[in-house]
């Protein structure tokens, strides 16, 4: 067999790998395609009991371990952690990929005969939302997914000991990697869903960049992934403003000026990323973040 078959540069075969988020939305998405493709484990933790079990559920190969955790508690992250090293003795990958939405703090947007709201009315609407809930954002998205790196690093050191020593003409299993999801809200100022979530996401992406070149020097791969607008409990009001009806994956779902593909991201998109970064083909990815979007970015004009 070819070392260029799809079955070998796709390979995950055997890797341990964390998610947070595990339980719902792309969480549940990457767990299963990384099931399916014949992890060795997945954790998934996230703090509800029965989403876990939900994503256990739908995957086929008994690979997947629910940890009741939250990543905004230094305590719940050092008992998720114990619970892992409990378990396995490294970790090849570690997905940071809760987040949450917050409260709606929109920017203005002018009316179709071009009149913009007064800027009183903006202004009492924005500072009515409570500085905790703004906070709240950044707690969850960028805190939390920072400490949560934090926790796991041992585990992912401990994977990369177990490497075998370079063997001449032989390229070497991957090394340790930590894949934080984003946002392409965190790039575009005209992808207007919250400022305290554009914000949080800008600086998740920033985290990818300072945290892969600070772990380069132990080995440990940090990329990031931009989400477009896939469906999920958290984006559902996002097709809803739109009008958009159910998970629209079908081509011709969206319009073209707001997503040239026309159509939601699938699990197919997302499994298939997850697969190839976490792979062995994926190996020379570091200090990425890719942008699955179907072109949003590119297109999305101020009015979504
Ligand atoms: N869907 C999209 O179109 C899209 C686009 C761009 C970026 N993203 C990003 O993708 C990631 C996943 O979101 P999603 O779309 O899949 O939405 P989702 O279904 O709402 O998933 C969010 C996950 O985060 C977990 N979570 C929230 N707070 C947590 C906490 N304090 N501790 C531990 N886990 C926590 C939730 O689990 P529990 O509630 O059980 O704790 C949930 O499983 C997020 O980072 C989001 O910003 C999504």
Redesign the pocket.
């Known amino acids: 067999m070819s070392h260029l078959q799809a079955s070998n540069l796709f390979s995950v075969k055997d890797r341990v790998v964390v998610i947070?988020?595990?339980?719902?939305?792309?969480?549940?998405i990457m767990t299963k395609a990384l099931d399916a493709n014949e992890v060795s484990k997945i954790f998934i933790?996230?703090?509800?009991e029965d989403?876990?079990q939900e994503t256990i559920s739908q995957s086929i190969n008994g690979t997947v371990i629910p940890i009741i955790?939250?990543?905004?508690s230094k305590k719940?992250l050092e008992e998720a952690y114990k619970a892992v090293a409990a378990q396995t003795t490294h970790i090849d990958l570690l997905i940071a990929?809760?987040?949450?939405?917050g409260p709606s703090m929109k920017p203005p947007q002018p009316a179709a005969d071009g009149s913009l709201p007064p800027l009183s009315q903006i202004r009492d609407k924005l500072f009515s939302v409570p500085m905790d809930e703004f906070n709240k954002v950044l707690n969850?998205?960028v805190t939390?997914s920072y400490y949560t790196i934090l926790a796991f690093l041992p585990l992912l050191e401990a994977a990369n000991k177990r490497r075998p020593a370079p063997r001449a003409g032989v390229v070497g299993a991957p090394t340790a990697q930590v894949i934080i999801?984003?946002?392409?809200?965190g790039y575009a100022r005209n992808v207007s869903f919250s400022f305290a979530?554009n914000a949080s996401?800008s600086a998740?992406t920033q985290l990818v960049k300072i945290l892969s070149t600070s772990f380069a020097y132990y080995s440990i791969r940090v990329n990031g992934?931009?989400?477009?607008?896939?469906?999920?409990?958290?984006?559902t009001h996002?097709f809803q403003d739109a009008s958009i009806p159910g998970q629209a994956i079908e081509d011709g779902s969206f319009p073209r000026e707001m997503i040239p593909a026309t159509r939601?991201?699938s699990e197919g998109d997302m499994g298939g990323l997850i697969v190839w970064l976490a792979s062995n083909s994926g190996g020379y990815i570091n200090g990425n973040i890719l942008v699955t979007d179907g072109g949003r970015i590119s297109i999305v004009p101020a009015s979504y």
């Open positions: 947070t988020g595990g339980g719902s939305g792309l969480g549940r933790l996230g703090r509800r989403a876990l955790c939250d990543i905004t719940s990929n809760s987040g949450i939405m969850v998205n939390g999801t984003s946002s392409v809200a979530f996401k998740t992934l931009s989400p477009g607008l896939y469906y999920s409990d958290m984006a996002v939601g991201g």
